[in-house]
């Protein structure tokens, strides 16, 4: 156990539709990562929160968007699904942002958009 | 730009068999990190090491080991005697600073599928 927590764990809807992934890092983490997972297109970097900021973006389609509670927890939304967002959407934390810090990983969020 | 390779699509081996992960990675960074994660068939990203640039001691934890080699920039990965449950995705990563703040992405790998056949 990571320790990084991710609900839901499974979700399917239509296409049109809008979703919300949430994620609680591990305990004392300040950054939160999101990740997503494609047959097509592997590991891809979405976006990076620090402290409640923004502090990266990856390949993030403009149609999601994320944000960083004071809580520190994190919601990726994601809107008007397309069947290519299906893909398995992880989560991950570390201490700071920074020096390599090791970044865990939560168990992951299925979407299958149909 | 960051850039992680593992040629090895899919690897079978017995049971018990010695199985070597390759990984080979390209930065202009002097100082970066690189990462081995496994992801089993139940999907989530478990984390395995993590190596510095400058620090090209070998690690061996129980039947894991990694060989890092500034020199060829790769990063390979041995489990010994290997085992049913060690049937996995691996991946290795690299840790890139984004910026002076020095946020991080991880770049990964395509993954290597090993399976361990009993």
């Known amino acids: 156990d990571s320790g990084v927590t991710q609900t839901p764990k499974h979700l399917i809807t239509a296409t049109g539709q809008r979703v919300t992934l949430r994620c609680s890092p591990r305990?004392?983490?300040?950054?939160v990562y999101w990740y997503q997972q494609s047959l097509d297109q592997g590991l891809q970097f979405l976006i990076q929160?620090?402290?409640?900021?923004?502090?990266a973006k990856g390949n993030i389609l403009e149609r999601f968007s994320a944000q960083q509670f004071p809580d520190l927890h994190s919601e990726l939304n994601l809107s008007s699904l397309e069947l290519g967002d299906s893909a398995l959407y992880f989560c991950?934390?570390?201490?700071?942002?920074?020096?390599?810090?090791?970044?865990?990983f939560g168990e992951g969020s299925w979407l299958t958009v149909v | 730009a960051q850039k992680v390779t593992q040629a090895q699509t899919e690897i079978s081996v017995v049971e018990k068999e010695d199985v070597t992960l390759d990984c080979v990675y390209e930065?202009?960074?002097?100082?970066?990190?690189l990462f081995w994660y496994k992801q089993p068939p139940s999907g989530e990203l478990v984390f395995l090491i993590r190596?510095?640039?400058?620090?090209?001691q070998n690690e061996i934890s129980g039947r894991y080991s990694w060989n890092f080699q500034k020199s060829t920039s790769s990063f390979n990965f041995t489990i010994t005697a290997s085992q049913v449950v060690d049937s996995a995705v691996y991946f290795c990563?690299?840790?890139?600073?984004?910026?002076?703040?020095?946020?991080?992405?991880?770049?990964f790998g395509t993954g290597t599928r090993l399976t361990i056949i009993p």
């Open positions: 190596r510095n640039s400058f620090d090209e």
């Open positions: 990563a690299l840790s890139a600073l984004l910026s002076n703040f020095g946020n991080e992405k991880l770049t």
């Open positions: 991950a934390s570390s201490a700071r942002g920074f020096n390599g810090n090791t970044i865990y």
């Open positions: 930065t202009r960074d002097t100082t970066y990190y």
């Open positions: 929160y620090y402290n409640g900021e923004e502090r």
């Open positions: 305990s004392g983490d300040l950054s």
